[in-house]
């Protein structure tokens, strides 16, 4: 078409035409600036979550520090728990202790039982007197709160 060809058209459709190409430049660049905002918007978005990976990171990295440390402690109480029973059973006083409890044990069972069983004598069931398994006489009676005459009869023969 001719420049001359622009003269036919009626001042209306070019008044419409020119409208319209404006209405369609002015909402390209809506758009454009639109895109543009969202493009930064994005890069922003990127930035921060990147930043939150690296965080996430440092905080996973400490997690794992500190659970390796938590862990490291760990098997050093169960060992000092350890040495400190084994180390504690070394000692006398452990012995007595256990001994001592063992006879309480043994005298309330034995009264229990005579309580029970009238019929039956439980006198005759008394602990072995060996200084491996048996507390002194003296320490035995404070625990149990009881002198079995067998054990006295026993102690002084």
Known sequence: MSSAGWTNIPDSQLTKAMDANMTLTSVAMELTQERDRLAD???KLRMD???KDEEMN???ESYKKTLD??????EQMESAKFNAVEEYKLFDVCNDNNTKYF????????????EKYLDLDFDI???YEDNDSVAPL???N????VVDPYLVGDATT
């Open 58 to 60: 440092k905080t996973a």
């Open 142 to 145: 404070k625990v149990t709160g």
């Open 49 to 51: 979550v990147s930043t």
């Open 41 to 43: 918007n994005l890069a």
């Open 125 to 127: 069931f008394q602990p």
């Open 103 to 114: 006879l309480a044990v043994f005298e309330l069972l034995r009264k229990q039982a005579k």
């Open 138 to 140: 003296d320490k035995r």
């Open 69 to 74: 440390q938590l862990k490291t402690l760990s």
